[in-house]
């Protein structure tokens, strides 16, 4: 029904491996297959689903390690207990800022305004790998076309709204607006992408 936000993604390592690029990380991780792995939220989750993709984009064999969730796996990762993530950007920032984390490159289609200073996997020289963390509202099935019209712009003006526009872009969130059809397209499309991904590495969830 209606497109809400996506959250950013981004590829965090601890201080402590040497890498310093994309270019490092995947150098490393070809010279000793096995030796490198990622913590994710979970089977299935968004963060699994980029780590698999890059295994599959860079010809690398990264261990996967699932969490419970995004707390524990960030925490292990800060801690050095685990070298690198697939992280959200809204709970990674903090401690790319503080220096606890190193941000290697970002996921989406464009820098993040964030991290001006962090590539994306493209401009690292890995292609196909946008990875978008996105959130909509849903309607029930048969809901009628002019409810659904009505609801999507009642959210729009909210969403254009300056204070909540604030509010997305301290979270490192960004709004896309969407027509209801529009926004049944690209569920679509995503449903078709990652439906080819998890097939062709086997991914289960949770």
Do not use: C
Request: net charge positive; charged share 20%.
């Amino acid at each position: 029904m209606a497109f809400i936000a996506d959250a950013e993604t981004v590829l965090a390592v601890h201080p402590s491996l040497a890498a310093q690029s994309v270019a490092d990380l995947i150098r490393m991780a070809k010279a000793k297959p096995g030796t490198l792995s990622y913590a994710s939220a979970g089977n299935g989750s968004t963060g699994h689903l980029a780590g698999e993709l890059f295994k599959f984009r860079t010809g690398t064999f990264l261990v996967h390690i699932p969490y419970r969730g995004n707390s524990p796996a960030l925490t292990d990762l800060v801690a050095g207990q685990i070298p690198m993530s697939f992280a959200t950007l809204q709970t990674a920032l903090p401690f790319i800022q503080s220096g606890r984390l190193k941000a290697l490159a970002v996921l989406g289609a464009e820098r993040s305004p964030l991290l001006p200073k962090v590539p994306t996997l493209t401009q690292a020289g890995i292609k196909g790998l946008e990875v978008r963390n996105w959130v909509g509202l849903f309607a029930p099935a048969g809901t009628p076309p002019a409810v659904l019209q009505k609801l999507n712009r009642d959210v729009a003006g909210v969403m254009r709204k300056p204070e909540t526009q604030e509010r997305l872009a301290g979270l490192a969130l960004v709004y896309r607006e969407m027509t209801p059809r529009e926004f049944a397209d690209f569920v679509k499309r995503e449903g078709q992408r990652w439906g080819e991904v998890i097939k062709s590495v086997g991914i289960t969830a949770d």
